[in-house]
């Protein structure tokens, strides 16, 4: 089993839309996760931590559950340059600090 | 402040041949950690420095790998000798926790070709 789960998309949605992806993660000793956008052939950028509860940041959220081992995020007022890849992270939680990586959600913003 | 950087970008070489990339982590940050993505694949730890001293290599996929990182400083990681399989691409990152927090910086990451 993947220590990190997310749904490929793709996800095609037109400007000004609201689009959510969910990620789910095995290991429930688990306490950070995070949210990076990749774009095409480029490195992963940090876009927002999820420590507690939640996070806001502008048009996007992120949302923790831990009961159900899931973590999202919602991005409002869709702009074209939000398309990219969105990685679902976990970090190992035995004290190295590594990162477990979804395989990415695609999405494409469309005009 | 300068980001994390690799060198090369791009790098392509025949089966049983040797390479190695570099990372040159952000100033000043003690963790560095390599990772790997195969074409179709989620990116993939490989192996975590503090300073110079390898905190975790169970990423590391066999004895054809060695990574360094002398002085604590920038890191190099050797394929000897290069296998069709690992092909992919090599991301470097870099962390100084602060207060718990453990945000990873990533480089541009070298893509790796093996014919």
């Known amino acids: 089993r ?24 095995s290991n429930s000793a688990s306490q950070s996760f995070f949210w990076y956008r990749q774009d095409c052939r480029k490195e992963p950028k940090l876009l927002m931590s999820v420590y507690s509860s939640g ?24 702009k074209l340059s939000d398309s990219a890849t969105y990685l679902c992270v976990v970090i190992d939680q035995t004290g190295a600090n590594n990162l477990f990586f979804g395989t990415g959600t695609r999405l494409t913003v469309i005009p | 402040e300068a980001g994390v950087t690799q060198f090369p970008s791009h790098s392509v070489i025949e089966k049983g ?33 503090v300073k110079e001293s390898k905190q975790d ?3 590391m996929p066999n004895n054809r790998f060695l990574a360094e990182r002398t002085g604590g400083t920038y890191s190099t990681l050797k394929v000897q000798p290069a296998e069709l399989e ?16 453990y945000e ?5 990451g070298t893509r790796l070709t093996v014919t």
């Open chain 1, 2 to 25: 993947k220590e990190v789960e997310q749904d490929p998309g793709p996800f095609n949605v037109p400007e000004g839309a609201t689009v959510a992806f969910n990620c789910t993660y």
């Open chain 2, 17 to 49: 041949q040797t390479v190695t990339l570099r990372c040159d982590p952000i100033s000043g940050h003690d963790n560095l950690y390599w990772y790997r993505r195969v074409m179709g694949k989620e990116i993939k730890f490989l192996l975590h420095f």
């Open chain 2, 86 to 101: 690992d092909s992919g691409v090599y991301f470097c990152a870099s962390s100084q926790p602060l207060a718990g927090v």
């Open chain 1, 55 to 78: 996070n806001e940041d502008g048009r996007f959220t992120a949302q923790l559950n831990r009961a159900s081992q899931y973590i999202s995020l919602l991005i409002r007022d869709s």
């Open chain 2, 104 to 108: 990873q910086y990533f480089g541009p």
């Open chain 2, 57 to 59: 290599e169970s990423g």
